[in-house]
């Protein structure tokens, strides 16, 4: 049990395009989910926490403008890139909890490249 | 500053040599989680263990093994008899109820086992 996906896998886009990475809790219904954001070599930042239904709540130093999310469902979250650019590149990666608890389950993660 | 502190950078060992990884972390809450992720050159996080505040047991399971001592903030994680398979990035994390349960992550360290 508690599976989370994340699609695509992998993305390469063009500087200036937009990307969305969507996060979905396979078989159970996450009321938060966590969007990390992962450079080479280096360990997950989180980015922002999103509660279904409400604002995504955004770590110090993110550009909630850059990098809009979305918790429409209690199965779905998306992280959509705007205007994209090579710095963006890196690995996202999403996770699930029941509640704003200690529990989180973590997708397999999105290689963005930006070129 | 730093929460999760992870000394070790990186460790190579040779197959079936004992390794230890180190975690160190620093929190003022009496309610916390301390975890282990493995993470292999897939990218995606492996949960390996979850250890509440209040339970300093040691704990076992085949040869993974994990000593938590809270007199030195220390949750420290050992492979007994390393496999290659071993080889990866491994993160220790602390989530603290005065932070909303939010996921810390150490620096990781990158545990290479060569045959």
């Known amino acids: 049990g508690a599976v989370v996906s994340q699609h695509p896998s992998w993305v390469i886009c063009k500087s200036g395009t937009s990307v969305k990475i969507e996060c979905r809790s396979l078989?159970?219904?996450?009321?938060?989910m966590f969007w990390y954001r992962q450079f080479p070599k280096q360990s997950l930042m989180l980015m922002a926490t999103?509660?279904?239904?409400?604002?995504?709540?955004?770590e110090q130093g993110v550009e909630k403008d850059k990098f809009l999310i979305n918790h429409a469902s209690l199965t779905l979250s998306t992280l959509t890139v705007t205007s994209a650019h090579p710095e963006d590149s890196s690995f996202y990666i999403c996770?699930?909890?029941?509640?704003?608890?200690?529990?989180?389950?973590f997708g397999p993660g999105t290689r963005l490249t930006v070129t | 500053a730093q929460k999760v502190t992870q000394a070790q950078t990186e460790i190579s060992v040779v197959e079936k040599e004992d390794v230890t990884l180190d975690c160190v972390y620093e929190?003022?809450?009496?309610?916390?989680?301390l975890f282990w992720y493995k993470q292999p050159p897939s990218g995606e996080l492996v949960f390996l263990i979850r250890?509440?505040?209040?339970?300093?047991q040691n704990e076992i399971s085949g040869r993974y093994s994990w000593n938590f001592q809270k007199s030195t903030s220390s949750f420290n994680f050992t492979i007994t008899a390393s496999q290659v398979v071993d080889s990866a990035v491994y993160f220790c994390?602390?989530?603290?109820?005065?932070?909303?349960?939010?996921?810390?992550f150490g620096a990781g360290t990158t545990v290479t086992v060569r045959a």
């Open positions: 996770s699930a909890g029941l509640t704003p608890s200690y529990e989180q389950y």
């Open positions: 929190t003022r809450d009496t309610t916390y989680y």
């Open positions: 994390a602390l989530s603290e109820a005065s932070n909303d349960y939010k996921l810390s």
């Open positions: 999103s509660n279904e239904g409400s604002k995504a709540t955004y």
């Open positions: 250890r509440n505040s209040f339970d300093e």
């Open positions: 078989d159970f219904q996450a009321t938060t």
